[in-house]
């Protein structure tokens, strides 16, 4: 028998050994290659994954951009810019291009063609609100780019506030389904690995205590910080486009408050002791302020005046812990004044350092028209006073005058008469009986004379039909008997049969209008033909003047104010006035006159 040789056996054991090493080895090298090779296409995709996810992220901040540039544009921007209007089409190119990458696919960017049945139908749900808002978006350009339906563009504003809150929810959707297929693409990957990982670790289990054993447990460790590693890799990917997202806003709209305070307000930053520190560029313009004046005062730039100065000094030191708000008349260098409407608020900048910010508002113009007002009000009291002035002299002057023609009425009329019967009375011879009844008869018809001289007389003065049956008989008596005195046609109408008693007052003055209209229409309007109509309702008396007389310019009546004419007009004005009521006048010459009095009840 042949001695098993130990060299031999060891050759052939180190042998097999080397050979299930090699075999072993091999079978790792493959496995290993078979492995990676499918990691690294399960990571190219999930390279793709993130970098969709990434971009669909950023179409969710693209369309806030667009609504919010749109809203800059209608509600903020009066006038604008080609600019502003070029950065949101491209903003809106870009955002269009981009769905349609993540819809359709695209080589240049790796987004695949082919998608789950969720997301297709995501994506068709998606379409109907994505074409509202870019057809909304396109056409609210064009208005703005040919200044035409402008007022369209306030609904368009409305259609893509109301399609934006849905696309960003639906956009939320297909970035979670996305999330959702990646994170199933690494579990499905990391089930791979395992099962890999437990074929080679079989493989590995004959040289496990040779060769694996020592190395084993930092390789489990650095896996396990890998797949760590790749968690946090991603989270921090996600909180970074949060942050830089919110940075971005936050950027914007400080500079769109910084732009819209420094073009809109006048407005400063000043320390507590006077000192600037900085000018609002429209305040700056308004006081002239350049940076060669950086060196003053904030008084020393509002105004030249050195009271003023001192009294500004004097607000800032005592109101600049708790404010203060007024107004201040200012002189500026070109030794124009300016009124402004000043408020001084405190702001704590830092434990310890306080700013005071300066608000104003130039009501120069309203101070202006303010004292266009009083001056105004200054010349319509003064017209008033003389115009009652004049009116005043006007009422004397007509009653010495109707007080004259009354006089004279009773001394050559009725004195007349009763001296002529005093001397037939005193020439009556008895005896001669023929004659003493012929002086008898003669006498008798000086009398009816004398007492139809008193009673036109007194009618004239307070027609006792007024005081005892009212203003519709006393109004029917004054068109009987001036149609008798003057031989004109002049006819009183009750048209609808009134017959209330009114306040004596007011029936006095509705007498006097009518009187006064009657005799201006006998005296100046040369009428043959005069027509007083009353009418009334419940609250209302309206009595009609009608004339056929030659008429007259009712404008150049009004402006002719010293004249007779003109004076009455104004009495009837004033009359009117005084019982509450109003006056139309209606003119046109060479046909006749109308006067409307109207009088409530």
């Known amino acids: 028998m042949k001695k098993n040789n130990p060299e031999a056996a060891d050759k052939i054991t180190f042998k097999n050994l080397r050979r299930l090493y090699f075999f072993a080895l091999l079978t790792i090298a493959v496995t290993i290659i078979a492995s990676q090779i499918l990691v690294q296409y399960n990571l190219n995709q999930q390279l793709s994954d993130s970098k969709i996810i990434n971009i669909s992220g950023k179409q969710r901040m693209l369309s806030q951009k667009i609504v919010k540039e749109i809203l800059i544009l209608h509600y903020v921007s009066d006038k604008p810019s080609q600019k502003q209007i070029s950065h949101l089409k491209n903003v809106l190119s870009l955002w269009k291009t981009t769905q349609n990458s993540l819809e359709n696919g695209s080589d240049s960017l790796a987004f695949p063609k082919e998608k789950s049945e969720t997301l297709s139908t995501l994506y068709s749900a998606i379409n109907p609100i994505f074409n509202s808002i870019t057809e909304a978006t396109d056409l609210f350009l064009l208005n703005l780019e040919q200044k035409n339906n402008l007022a369209e563009n306030q609904k368009l504003v409305q259609i893509i506030l109301k399609n934006e809150d849905a696309f960003l929810s639906k956009?939320?959707?297909?970035?979670?389904?996305?999330?959702?297929?990646?994170?199933?693409?690494?579990?499905?990957?990391?089930?791979?690995?395992?099962?890999?990982?437990?074929?080679?670790?079989?493989?590995?289990?004959?040289?496990?205590?040779?060769?694996?054993?020592?190395?084993?447990?930092?390789?489990?460790?650095?896996?396990?910080?890998?797949?760590?590693?790749?968690?946090?890799?991603?989270?921090?990917?996600?909180?970074?486009?949060?942050?830089?997202?919110?940075?971005?806003?936050?950027?914007?709209?400080?500079?769109s408050l910084n732009h819209a305070m420094e073009n809109t307000l006048l407005y400063c930053r000043i320390a507590p002791d006077g000192s600037i520190i900085h000018v609002g560029e429209k305040f700056a313009k308004l006081l002239n302020y350049t940076k060669f004046s950086s060196n003053k005062k904030f008084s020393e730039i509002l105004t030249i005046d050195e009271k003023d100065q001192l009294n500004i000094d004097r607000i800032i030191f005592e109101k600049q812990r708790s404010g203060w708000q007024g107004e201040l008349k200012i002189i500026n260098k070109e030794h124009h004044t300016i009124w402004l409407d000043l408020s001084m608020v405190p702001v704590m900048i830092k434990k310890g350092e306080l700013e005071l910010l300066i608000v104003c508002f130039n009501i120069t113009e309203r101070k202006k028209a303010q004292r266009e007002v009083e001056r105004l009000n200054l010349e319509n009291s003064t017209e008033k006073i003389n115009q009652q002035k004049i009116i005043?002299?006007?009422?004397?002057?007509?009653?010495?005058?109707?007080?004259?023609?009354?006089?004279?009425?009773?001394?050559?009329?009725?004195?007349?008469?009763?001296?002529?019967?005093?001397?037939?009375?005193?020439?009556?011879?008895?005896?001669?009986?023929?004659?003493?009844?012929?002086?008898?008869?003669?006498?008798?018809?000086?009398?009816?004379?004398?007492?139809?001289?008193?009673?036109?007389?007194?009618?004239?003065?307070?027609?006792?039909?007024?005081?005892?049956?009212?203003?519709?008989?006393?109004?029917?008596?004054?068109?009987?008997?001036?149609?008798?005195?003057?031989?004109?046609?002049?006819?009183?109408?009750?048209?609808?049969?009134?017959?209330?008693?009114?306040?004596?007052?007011?029936?006095?003055?509705?007498?006097?209008?009518?009187?006064?209209?009657?005799?201006?229409?006998i005296k100046y309007a040369e009428s043959s033909h005069i027509i007083v109509q009353l009418s009334h309702s419940q609250t209302l008396l309206s009595i009609i003047i009608d004339d056929n007389g030659k008429g007259f310019d009712i404008y150049a009546a009004d402006k002719k104010r010293n004249s007779e004419s003109g004076m009455g007009l104004l009495f009837m004005k004033e009359r009117i006035q005084y019982i509450n009521g109003r006056v139309f006048i209606?003119?046109?010459?060479?046909?006749?006159?109308?006067?409307?009095?109207n009088i409530p009840i």
Not at 200 to 224: C, G, H
Not at 435 to 462: C, H, P, W
Not at 479 to 493: M, N, Q, R, V
Request: avoid cysteine.
């Open 171 to 255: 956009m939320n959707e297909i970035v979670s389904q996305y999330d959702l297929e990646a994170h199933e693409k690494v579990t499905k990957q990391r089930q791979i690995e395992y099962w890999i990982f437990a074929f080679t670790l079989f493989v590995l289990l004959l040289e496990f205590f040779f060769i694996f054993r020592p190395t084993n447990k930092k390789i489990e460790n650095l896996i396990s910080k890998l797949l760590s590693s790749e968690k946090k890799a991603l989270k921090l990917a996600y909180d970074t486009e949060i942050i830089s997202e919110i940075k971005e806003n936050s950027v914007k709209e400080l500079k």
């Open 392 to 521: 005043s002299s006007k009422i004397v002057e007509n009653q010495e005058k109707e007080q004259n023609r009354i006089a004279k009425e009773i001394h050559d009329g009725i004195g007349q008469m009763l001296t002529g019967l005093k001397f037939s009375l005193e020439s009556i011879n008895l005896d001669d009986k023929e004659k003493s009844a012929q002086k008898i008869e003669y006498l008798k018809k000086l009398s009816l004379d004398i007492i139809k001289g008193v009673r036109t007389a007194t009618f004239n003065l307070m027609p006792p039909e007024l005081s005892d049956h009212g203003i519709v008989s006393s109004l029917a008596k004054l068109a009987l008997e001036l149609s008798k005195l003057t031989g004109k046609e002049i006819l009183f109408y009750n048209k609808t049969d009134f017959d209330q008693r009114l306040d004596s007052l007011i029936e006095i003055n509705i007498y006097r209008l009518a009187q006064e209209a009657i005799n201006n229409a």
């Open 586 to 597: 209606k003119s046109i010459p060479g046909e006749g006159t109308r006067i409307t009095f």
